[in-house]
């Protein structure tokens, strides 16, 4: 069965510097993994998704992850920050087991805070 | 136009109301998905159709009662809810059940009076 494991509830980076949200993975076969953004009140809007393509990752509002399966990781960076970027961060894994429904399964979320 | 739309956005209901959430895909996807999103809690995945089927009720209680009449429209029946369905209830579809993202629409926050 697959699982996701985002290490940190909360992170907090000023303006301009790196952010890096990390994402842990358990599946067993090869992953489909995802990260999304949740703003207040909204839904969940893709940001970058791997599928066994390119290891790195380039995602939308200049976010990039790297698949690393040697550490079963997939962590999201951004160099720099930008206020527009608090949010609510989802880093999931897709379910192609045996069931294959697609569904995704979400790790529990990292809300970013930027400080001016 | 928003690929996945749903309706109403925000919703009050007593305990012993009846109401329902719409979820309207135009991407022409097949796979449709309802969510729900409690405050502290991971995304919770309720119901998973496929090609207007069933394919997954995840230990969800009846009170909550699905209705996929075709692969655009997905709705979820209240009937006798309690306080704690609280939440926002996030209606996603895919293109098919094989893995590729979900696109989500922008959710019906309920409350439960």
């Known amino acids: 069965a697959q699982s996701v494991t985002q290490l940190g509830s909360h992170v907090s980076v000023s303006e301009g510097a790196l952010v890096l949200l990390r994402c842990n993975y358990s599946?067993?076969?090869?992953?489909?993994l995802f990260w999304y953004v949740q703003y207040p009140n909204q839904g969940l809007q893709l940001l970058l998704k791997?599928?066994?393509?390119?290891?790195l990752v380039k995602g939308i509002n200049g976010f990039e992850a790297e698949f690393k399966k040697s550490e079963t990781s997939f962590h999201l960076t951004k160099p720099s920050a930008h206020m527009s970027d608090a949010a609510e961060y989802f880093c999931?894994?897709?379910?192609?087991?045996?069931?294959?429904?697609?569904?995704?399964?979400f790790g529990q979320g990292t809300t970013l805070q930027v400080k001016p | 136009e928003t690929g996945v739309t749903q309706t109403p956005r925000h919703l009050v209901m007593g305990m012993t109301n009846k109401k329902s959430l719409k979820c309207e895909q135009h991407?022409?996807?097949?796979?449709m998905y309802w969510y729900k999103q409690s405050a502290k809690k991971p995304l919770e995945l309720m119901f998973v159709?496929?090609?207007?089927?069933?394919?997954e009720n995840n230990s969800v209680p009846s009170r909550f009662s699905p209705e996929c009449p075709n692969s655009s429209h997905l709705f979820l029946h209240l009937h006798t809810l309690q306080p704690e369905d609280s939440a926002l209830y996030l209606c996603?579809?895919?293109?098919?059940?094989?893995?590729?993202?979900?696109?989500f629409g922008q959710g019906t926050r309920l409350t439960v009076v």
């Open positions: 996603a579809s895919s293109q098919d059940p094989g893995g590729t993202e979900a696109f």
């Open positions: 599946s067993s076969v090869p992953p489909y």
């Open positions: 791997y599928t066994s393509a390119a290891t």
């Open positions: 999931a894994v897709s379910d192609r087991g045996s069931s294959n429904t697609g569904k995704l399964i």
């Open positions: 991407l022409g996807h097949n796979a």
């Open positions: 159709y496929n090609f207007k089927e069933q394919t």
